[in-house]
């Protein structure tokens, strides 16, 4: 069997079809790699991309989506945590000294009639909210290897999020439809626009990695049918514009997003991430309700690799490789969102060595 790149394994893996092995990538809370795993032997500072030659290269946040570029302010700062008001105009509390969701206090845009005020500074093409240098940077070293490499960033409903905060957006995903379909349409044309800008001066980059937080613990956060009606159309036409380009779309979303999963299948994703098994994802359950459609990154469970059991983490990787290896689904090794602290490298490193074992398609490749 011929020894592929990993970019052209990635691309046959988006592609939904058999490489000659699985994919590989990771992310990391900042804490792991920055102050824990330093003290097991990995040098800090170090890209984790190249350290563990992962198949996959992922690349700045192209595009300044805030509504407010670069206006953020700190209200109130402690040793243990500061208080800011960002470039969404939201005030949000975060911990200094490890990570975690930060604790929404107070946002701006609560109403069409703020959102009227602000939305013209998204109507135009902002070349100040693109870092081209740094794009063009990172573009040249993609290209000079040979692993997979993509730009990103986060979408209409993570957006929405931001800048109204979960209690306005989900009410008005009810009660404003309107001001809903406008605000996903506006961001949708700024994409487009932006977007457009940076491959003009950078180049394409070989797919898009994006992020969308679409569900919880229990569930998604609305209903498949109000996704469909309000966020569906906008997507698609995203989705549409990168498709044109011969760009695959890898999409993270959290949480608990099988009663989406139609909808995201027929509004053109390519790769599904991370699938959080605390949340109730199973990428074998997916890759069987919807054979042949989708490739799949993640769903190793992180609360079985912290508990640093080598039995039982060699029970769980090898178990979920040798399902997905059976049934000839095209994956991507992952956890299950991303490696916390409590995971020790060692651990991972077992993880990784069981991959290698056994995560070739062992001739299943066209």
Known sequence: MTVMTSRERMQRLFAKDIPDKMGLFDHFWPETIDDYWPKAGYPKGANTTEFFNYDLYPGPWSVDTALFPGQEEILEETEEWKITKNGNGAVLKYWKHKSGTPEHIDFTIVTPEKWAEVKPSLLNL?????????CKEFAAKARAGDRFWTFGGCLHFELMRATLGDV?????LLLEPDWITDYCQTYTDFFIRHFTYVFDEVGLPDGMFVYEDLGF???PFCSPELYRKLIF????QLFDFFHDRGLPIIFHTCGDVRKMMPHLIEVGIDCLQPMEAKAGMDVIELADTYPGQLSYMGNVDVTVLNTNDPEKVRDHVTQ???????????YIFHSDHSIPPDVEMKTYQLALDILKEKGVYNGRQP
């Open 320 to 330: 979920k490789l040798d399902a997905l290896l059976e049934r000839g689904v095209p």
């Open 233 to 236: 159309p906008q997507h698609k």
């Open 126 to 134: 902002d070349t100040s909210r693109i870092n081209v240098e740094e």
């Open 217 to 219: 613990s229990n569930g």
């Open 168 to 172: 306005c957006m989900l009410e008005s």
